[in-house]
C-alpha cells in the first residue's frame, strides 16, 4: 500500500522560510516517476506548485512561486523536498505531496500540511 506523509508545515512570518518534506512507503521512486506539491487555500481550487518528472528529473513551477520554491528529492530515501523562502501571506494553504509511480499508475496523495503565513 503507496502511502505518502508530509511535514514540516507550520505558521511563519512573512518573508520566513519553511520546508516541508514528504516521505513515500509502498513505493520506489525511480526516473518514470512523477512527484510534486500542491496546494489549496479555503475557497480556492487545488493547484500545481511545484513537480519532478522525466527521466531528466525536468522541474516545473507555479508562476506564483518561481525564484522562491525549490523542489527536490526523488532519490532513493524516497523523499522530495519543497524549500520555501521569501513566504507571503499567499502562500498560505494546505500543502500536499503526490506521486505517480509511473506513467500507467494512479496518482497518490498525502494527507495535507498546512502552511500559514502570517505576522
Known amino acids: 500500500q503507496v502511502q505518502l506523509v508530509e511535514s514540516g508545515g507550520g505558521l511563519v512570518q512573512p518573508g520566513g522560510s519553511l520546508r516541508l518534506s514528504c516521505t513515500a512507503s509502498?513505493?520506489?521512486?525511480?526516473?518514470?516517476?512523477?512527484v510534486g506539491w500542491y496546494r489549496q487555500a479555503p475557497g480556492r481550487e487545488r493547484e500545481l506548485v511545484a513537480s519532478?518528472?522525466?527521466?531528466?528529473?525536468?522541474?516545473t513551477y507555479a508562476d506564483s512561486v518561481k525564484g522562491r520554491f525549490t523542489i527536490s528529492g526523488r532519490d532513493a530515501e524516497n523523499k522530495v523536498h519543497l524549500q520555501m523562502n521569501s513566504l507571503k501571506p499567499e502562500d498560505t494553504a494546505v500543502y500536499y505531496c503526490?506521486?505517480?509511480?509511473?506513467?500507467?499508475?494512479?496518482?497518490?496523495w498525502g494527507q495535507g500540511t498546512q502552511v500559514t503565513v502570517s505576522s
Open positions: 503526490y506521486a505517480r509511480p509511473n506513467p500507467w499508475a494512479r496518482d497518490y
Open positions: 509502498g513505493v520506489t521512486f525511480s526516473i518514470l516517476t512523477a
Open positions: 519532478i518528472t522525466g527521466a531528466a528529473g525536468s522541474t
